[in-house]
């Protein structure tokens, strides 16, 4: 199993965005994460489909959207448009998450759900049919630069357990870094989406490099 590293636009530097997206390929990223929120599901505002239409061009990795709205339907056909891979919206948030997952999926882009840190994992027990990854937050949405809720440990193999048979990249969020990534990837994780570790580090190649590494020790102690 291989695991990923998605490093999160919301560390990286908004005055040269062109620049930043394209370092982050070229050091190695597997995704790029990118935190849409409105202000109303979380207390931050931060950017939609207008930003991401003019860096889609220069991003040579893929987008993978983190909805953290309370109208995910009416950014699905904007972001197909601007190119993006994968979205997740939040279960907390979707009345019709069925409909919301077979949009996304119908739009050509990857289906998953998002979890806040007080979400148990039980509410995913029908969402599993029908996702294709699921990310679990570790801190409470809507500001960077929190520390990891250790809880989510539990969650993430709880998750891990429910999806045995089939094939689930689970991805994590929030205060993940090189003192943790091992063991969170120990616990089920796929995906680490990483924002101060990779875009606040001087050599960003070496961040992922070692991220990945730490990662992949956890895989073997599986």
């Not at 699905?76 to 601007?82: E, G, H, K, Q, W």
């Not at 570790?197 to 190649?205: E, I, L, N, W």
């Amino acid at each position: 199993m291989d695991i990923r590293i998605a490093p999160s636009l919301l560390s990286a530097d908004f005055a040269r965005l062109d620049r930043e997206v394209a370092e982050i390929h070229e050091a190695g990223a597997d995704l790029l994460h990118l935190d849409i929120m409105d202000g109303h599901f979380v207390p931050n505002l931060t950017f939609g489909p207008q930003i991401i239409a003019a860096l889609a061009p220069h991003a040579r990795t893929a987008l993978d959207a983190h909805l953290m709205v309370t109208d995910a339907d009416a950014l699905l056909s904007p972001l197909a448009d601007c190119g993006v891979s994968r979205v997740a919206v939040h279960v907390e948030a979707c009345t019709h998450l069925n409909r919301t997952l077979s949009t996304i999926r119908t739009l050509g882009m990857i289906p998953g759900v998002a979890l806040n840190p007080a979400t148990p994992a039980s509410t995913l027990e029908e969402a599993l049919n029908w996702v294709d990854f699921v990310l679990v937050m570790s801190v409470n949405p809507g500001f960077g630069g929190q520390s990891f809720i250790s809880a989510s440990i539990k969650k993430i193999a709880l998750i891990r357990k429910m999806a045995s048979g089939r094939t689930l990249d689970i991805s994590v969020d929030g205060g993940v870094g090189p003192g943790n990534a091992e063991e969170i990837v120990r616990a089920g994780a796929t995906t680490l989406i990483a924002g101060s570790s990779v875009f606040g580090q001087t050599d960003r190649r070496a961040a992922i490099r070692k991220l990945r590494a730490l990662g992949q020790k956890g895989v073997s102690q599986c």
